[in-house]
């Protein structure tokens, strides 16, 4: 939630993907750009979130599944910036042109007639 809220306005926390390492003391996540938005606005607004780790640490600490697990204070540290790894949706080719002397399927008189 506090990633996608951070990642600007658009951005859902179900798109938000998140995956732990050994001992969950890791996190990567990945987020695609919402429709309409360019991703170097969502790569723009992590890279300017200053108050992103204490919001995650505070988010934590109050779930009660990390509640009763945690020995100590929670604390998130951002160990590598954030960046953008986006590849944009690839365009459909026009469909071929037909082959001279023949017709386009629904084109009427598009084939030539010997004279």
Same mark, same amino acid.
């Given at each position: 939630?506090?990633?996608?809220?951070?990642?600007?306005?658009g951005?859902s926390?179900a798109?938000?993907?998140l995956?732990?390492?050994?001992?969950?003391?890791?996190?990567?996540?990945?987020?695609p750009?919402?429709?309409?938005?360019?991703?170097?606005?969502?790569?723009a607004a992590?890279?300017?979130?200053?108050?992103l780790?204490?919001?995650?640490a505070?988010?934590? +600490?109050?779930?009660?599944?990390?509640?009763?697990l945690s020995?100590g204070?929670i604390?998130v540290?951002?160990?590598?910036?954030p960046?953008?790894n986006?590849?944009?949706?690839?365009?459909?080719?026009p469909?071929?042109?037909?082959?001279?002397?023949m017709?386009?399927?629904?084109?009427?008189?598009a +084939?030539?007639?010997?004279?």
């Open positions: 939630l506090a990633i996608a809220a951070q990642a600007g306005a951005v926390p798109t938000v993907q995956v732990l390492s050994a001992g969950s003391v890791a996190v990567h996540a990945s987020l750009p919402p429709d309409g938005t360019p991703p170097q606005s969502v790569l992590l890279q300017g979130a200053t108050h780790c204490n919001t995650v505070t988010l934590l +600490a109050a779930a009660p599944p990390v509640a009763a020995t204070p604390s540290t951002v160990t590598a910036p960046v953008l986006w590849v944009p949706p690839a365009l459909s080719a469909a071929p042109a037909p082959a001279a002397g017709s386009a399927p629904g084109v009427v008189g +084939a030539s007639a010997p004279a």
